[in-house]
């Protein structure tokens, strides 16, 4: 019941989409409705020119000219209408797809980070990309199919009553046969394909795993023993398609086979009527035809269900993310940070990725304006939470982070994000030019600029050697860069805007120390003036902050700098770093 | 697709059966329309009951007799084709691991993955379907033309127009919109990756306030899609009603016709509707071998592309030394465990040398630290002691022996890698370690969990050895990930332990004790640590400083400290504080 309630809602969220259409959808289902009457037509007019025909001598010229005449015009009709009609559900389809996916992407921009760190990627894009195609190929074809079915159904049971009572009578009963038969097989099918498909899964999942690491796989000369696993699943999806394939083929035989049998049925009691005069041969050709016809929409019907079905669900997951929570949207009257000091103060912040699990608790910070903030602490210890913080990709529970003395969720997120350079551990390329990821945060940028900013970086001298220089275009997620070299864009991101703050995760951690020097140096003239959060595994690049932030488990449990942090007695930040020095 | 047959020979009988009892329903499908103009033309003229009925009963054994025949068909052809893609996937599979490291540097392992998977179900369908419908489609409209030949032969020849005209027009809007479709689907590729992008890239974009002009260029580009879908639909769109008027208009001609033959008492009332059945027959299989034919150009697609992985074979040779001849000519007492005897290596398609006269010596049971920057050469020059790559000059030897001479799975049996990257599988986490050695015992792995500084996580895990990994690992953090594979490759207790970066993720202290109970091992063991970090390797008996491709040094690190410029730079840029009180 809940289910079917839940189905009405997706369908009057699709109707909505469908209704900016409104008028294409109302010609497509008139001349639908048509082009069905006039094709049903053909069969009569065919029956009746046999009719014409009775034999040597007897043949109406006039009677069939006439008839031949009609045909010509309602067949040249017929193709017009046709034609119009798909034309119109494409653009339809084709229109509430773009529609759909606009506003998916739309959302995307403004969902919470949470959302999008909490889904699968892959997941996401199958919903934007599958599933839209899903549900309006499923959905606009499925109804016209259905509208069209239905329509072909009623019409061609007038056309024959008109006709033959009798012989009509044993058409209706016969057909169910293949709407029963084509049932059974179906769900007789079912749990040979489900088997099929979980099979086919698990190789998948086998395949993914092996391939993906075959180096691992070949490092521990595990070839035999993988190659084993592979041959068991793979003999036993090969039990599970013949199995599948084979009774899932059955359908089209058997209602093929139903459909024989209307038509002998048809023939044979048709022609007793022939011989005592109830109907004309002409017309048996017309039922015979229709017999054919007839059945033909109850197996499109039977497909279509099942296709609305996977459609409505695939439009359920879409209009889900489409409807998902979007992040607190900013006030009309939120501050433009503009050209801010970099003052930053944490005040009671309370803050954890899921209720169940507390993370920062009752937090403190104030940081003046130029000072330099480090982050430590083991492998894992929730780093990264400060600054998604600091960024407002998550709001905090409770308590408040200011700018300046301006709470930040006072102010727009661009003027926020805008004052932050961002050098994430994760590092991320789009595809396109060396030069379109460079300027970023400054579409507008001078070559002259671009060049200084890579030369600061110590990217410069990679980039000139790259095939096209600034041109060069790389592949999603940097192809062919190693990762140090990635690492060095990133950074020459930030050095083209140099916003008044910033923050650095990791950011040296591909880059051989040498270079790190170099950088560090960069960061340097970079870091002074601008208040600056920076989080690193090397103790060394962080000595000299002015304030020493120690994670652990996601909590900050100590605060300080260098020397007050190392000449505490038995504190976490002196144990990590004396451990460097202990044995070899 | 020729070289990839050799799969279906098995189930040569099967599909030899499959397109024959397929005909064979075929041909009953095309024997109905004659028995309707027999009834018409015998029965009904004649007010022959009897036979009406034995003609009805014709009707229906040729359905029952049709259908079996299909079922058959089918049967075989899943079997054919089903058996055929088992086959080849086994084989592909196989193949896949016969490649070497360059080979796989070079296709890529995604690539690997879809041919693996969707390409070889796609080629199974296509057989599937090419056993079915291939010979039974041409078979019903050529045969519908030849009945029709039996009928009347001037009535035929419109059939004769009829159907090159619908071919032409059924396969023209096909050819004609086949490279649109491509054209959609490149655009579909791009809207597709640009959503990809943004959700990876959702922080980069939203710090950079990129927001505005990533929405605009999707929609730029989602609109490009839908103007092609559009105009690939207006040309599709008209597929059927053209078809229709062709085979209406044939029908009119076909009656007009029909009138005047039997006007003059050349055919019979009964045969013009034959003829009018023929006619509809026709469509309906011209449209089916359409769609069969836009499926079999995907599948013969993928077949060349698996035959592309087919034609890559593996461009290591494998030696002839197995285990026991190494023990015979070694007798286990060498001295010199690896050496490297002016190596270089240019990596496939990588134009310079990544490692340029690479010599030097290491003895069995000592530790040797290799230390250098990003791209410095420093896992080029471990990747060659388990042969994953071969040097391009020079040889490498391991126990007196060149590695190109050890059957490869006898050397690899000898060396525990632990590489950069932790890659563990899903399985139990004793599961994971036997793959280091099948045959370790209990205590060997409770060993190995103690020196890489495992036990203590995996003691709090739920069933110690028998957690879950999950698949990629992902239920374990990077740093216990790392320990495990380290577990892994000591299980093996190899002659030589290779530590490949794989203790970034370690924090100092960990990586430290790990260190010292590597050490304290106490057996004959080699140990190569390649690492970043000074403080890793500085313990080391022997240090070799690489940059750019060259060894820059050797020494111990006293040695070095005092006269390798390369290693100073490393050491005081990571302890600064040395450097302060020289």
């Not at chain 1, 999008?116 to 309006?136: E, K, L, T």
């Not at chain 1, 049971?157 to 009963?173: D, K």
């Not at chain 1, 932050?420 to 994760?426: D, R, T």
């Not at chain 2, 796989?104 to 369908?125: C, F, K, P």
Request: hydrophobic letters at 45%; proline letters at 2%.
């Amino acid at each position: 019941m809940k289910d079917r309630s839940s189905n009405r809602d997706i369908l009057k969220k699709v109707l909505r989409h469908i209704g900016k259409y409104k008028i294409f959808l109302f010609i497509s289902i008139v001349l639908a409705a048509v082009s069905v009457i006039l094709t049903l037509y053909i069969p009569i007019l065919t029956g009746q020119a046999v009719d014409c025909i009775i034999g040597p001598g007897a043949v109406d010229f006039d009677g069939i000219l006439d008839i031949l005449k009609k045909m010509a015009v309602i067949i040249v009709l017929t193709a017009v209408v046709q034609w119009v009609m798909n034309t119109c559900n494409n653009k339809i389809a084709y229109q509430v797809v773009r529609d759909v996916r606009d506003e998916a992407f739309h959302k995307l921009q403004i969902l919470p980070l949470k959302y999008i760190d909490g889904h699968s990627h892959g997941d996401i894009v199958s919903r934007v990309i599958a599933d839209v195609d899903q549900f309006s190929d499923g959905l606009l074809m499925g109804f016209t199919q259905l509208f069209t079915g239905v329509v072909t159904i009623i019409g061609t049971l007038v056309f024959m009553f008109s006709i033959n009572v009798s012989t009509t009578v044993v058409v209706v009963i016969l057909t169910p046969l293949s709407f029963f038969i084509a049932g059974f097989i179906a769900k007789r099918t079912f749990s040979m394909s489900k088997l099929q498909s979980e099979t086919r899964g698990e190789q998948t999942a086998l395949i993914d795993e092996m391939i993906g690491n075959e180096k691992v796989v070949k490092a521990f000369g595990h070839e035999p023993q993988v190659m084993e696993q592979f041959r068991e699943i793979n003999d036993r999806l090969q039990k599970a398609s013949v199995k599948a394939i084979f009774f899932s083929s059955l359908t089209n035989p058997c209602t093929r086979f139903v459909n024989s049998l209307v038509y002998a049925g048809v023939g044979i009691l048709g022609a007793f009527l022939a011989i005592r005069g109830y109907i004309s041969v002409g017309q048996l050709t017309s039922f015979l035809s229709y017999a054919n016809q007839y059945t033909k929409p109850f197996n499109e019907i039977s497909g279509v269900v099942t296709e609305l079905q996977t459609a409505l669900a695939c439009a359920g997951r879409v209009f889900e993310f489409i409807e998902e929570e979007p992040q607190i949207p900013e006030t009309d009257n939120a501050a433009v940070l503009q050209a801010p000091k970099g003052n930053i103060t944490m005040r009671n912040v309370n803050f954890s990725y899921n209720p169940d699990q507390k993370l920062i608790q009752d937090f403190n910070l104030e940081v003046r304006s130029g000072q330099r903030v480090a982050i430590v602490g083991p492998t894992g210890c929730g780093k990264t939470t400060v600054i998604n913080l600091l960024m407002r990709f998550y709001d905090v529970n409770s308590g408040s982070i200011q700018v300046d003395g301006i709470d930040i969720r006072d102010m727009t997120r661009k003027s926020l994000r805008e004052s932050f350079g961002m050098v994430l551990q994760e590092t991320w390329l789009h595809a396109g030019t060396i030069r379109e990821n460079i300027v970023m945060g400054k579409p507008d940028a001078t070559d002259d600029e671009v060049i200084a900013a890579a030369k600061a970086a110590h990217a410069h001298s990679f980039i000139k050697r790259l095939p096209m220089g600034y041109d060069t275009v790389i592949t999603e997620d940097g192809g062919s860069l190693s990762q140090g070299q990635k690492q060095l864009l990133c950074i020459t991101r930030v050095m083209l805007c140099l916003p008044p703050m910033l923050i650095l995760d990791e950011a040296t951690s591909s880059i051989d120390t040498r270079t790190e020097i170099k950088i560090s140096q960069a960061f340097h003239t970079m870091m002074k003036g601008r208040t600056s959060f920076i989080v690193a595994h090397r103790l060394s690049t962080i000595r000299e902050a002015d304030i020493i932030l120690v994670m652990k488990d996601g909590n900050i449990i100590e605060q300080g700098n260098h020397e007050t942090l190392l000449n505490k007695e038995g504190g976490f930040y002196a144990k990590l770093y004396n451990a460097q020095f202990e044995l070899g | 697709m020729k070289s990839l047959l050799k799969y279906i020979k098995d189930y040569k009988k099967e599909s030899i059966l499959a397109p024959l009892f397929k005909m064979l329903e075929a041909s009953f499908e095309l024997m109905v329309p004659l028995v309707m103009a027999a009834i018409i033309d015998n029965g009904i003229a004649y007010s022959d009951t009897p036979y009406i009925f034995r003609m009805g009963a014709v009707l229906v054994l040729l359905a029952a007799v049709g259908l079996a025949s299909s079922v058959t068909a089918q049967y075989f052809s899943a079997k054919a084709a089903v058996g055929f893609a088992t086959k080849l996937r086994n084989a592909l599979f196989s193949h896949i691991q016969g490649l070497s490291y360059t080979e796989l540097d070079t296709i890529g392992t995604s690539t690997l993955i879809t041919r693996m998977t969707s390409d070889v179900n796609q080629i199974q369908n296509g057989v599937n379907l090419t056993l079915r419908l291939l010979l039974r489609s041409p078979f019903i409209v050529f045969g519908a033309m030849v009945m029709a030949f039996t009928v009347d032969v001037k009535a035929a020849l419109i059939f004769v127009v009829t159907i090159p005209l619908l071919a032409i027009v059924v396969f023209g809007i096909m050819l004609a919109s086949m490279p649109l479709y491509k054209k959609v689907q490149a655009a579909l590729d791009k809207i597709l990756g640009r959503t990809r992008e943004n959700l990876a890239g959702a922080r980069v974009i939203r710090a950079f306030c990129n927001e505005g002009s990533e929405t605009s260029a999707f929609e730029q580009e989602n609109e490009l899609l839908l103007n092609t879908q559009v105009f690939v639909g207006k040309i599709s769109a008209a597929m059927n009603p053209v078809t229709y008027i062709i085979i209406n208009i044939a029908l009119v001609i076909l009656l007009w016709t029909g009138a005047v033959r039997v006007d003059n008492g050349i055919i019979t009332q009964g045969a013009v509707v034959a003829l009018v059945n023929y006619m509809s027959q026709i469509l309906v299989e011209l449209v089916k071998m359409a769609n069969l034919i836009i499926q079999l150009t995907k599948a013969l697609a993928c077949a060349k592309r698996v035959e592309g992985i087919f034609g890559i074979t593996s461009s290591m040779e494998n030696g002839a030394f197995d285990r026991e001849d190494i023990e015979n000519i070694n007798g286990g007492d060498e001295k010199a465990a690896i050496v490297f005897d002016h190596v270089s290596l240019t990596y496939s398609g990588g134009g310079d040398e990544s490692l340029t006269d690479i010599d030097f010596v290491v003895k069995k049971g000592e530790t040797v630290g290799i230390i250098g920057g990003t791209g410095s050469g420093k896992t080029s020059v471990v990747n060659l002691i388990p042969r994953f790559y071969d040097a391009t000059k020079g040889c490498v030897l391991v126990d007196g022996m060149k590695v190109r001479d050890y059957d490869i799975a006898a050397l690899r049996e000898k060396i525990g890698v632990v590489p950069q990257k932790a890659v563990l599988f899903k399985g139990t986490i004793r599961e994971n370690l036997l793959w280091g050695n099948e045959h370790a015992s209990e205590q060997d792995i409770e060993d190995a969990l103690r020196i890489s500084q495992a036990k203590e996580f995996v003691d709090t895990k739920e069933g110690r050895l028998d957690f879950m990994i999950a698949q990629g690992g992902k239920n374990l953090s990077g740093g216990q990930k790392q320990r495990l594979t380290i577990a892994r490759a000591i299980v093996r207790k190899p002659d030589i332990l290779i530590l490949d970066d794989s203790a970034s993720a370690l924090d100092f202290a960990t990586d430290a004790k790990l260190r010292a109970a590597v050490k304290g091992m106490g057996n004959d063991m080699t140990v190569i640590i390649v690492s970043q970090r000074a403080a890793s390797i500085m313990y080391a008996d022997k240090i070799v400083v690489m940059d750019d491709g060259a060894v820059a040094g050797i020494g111990t690190h006293e040695q070095l400290l005092a006269d390798n410029v390369t290693y100073q730079e490393i050491y005081y840029s990571q302890f600064p504080d040395k450097k302060a009180r020289r």
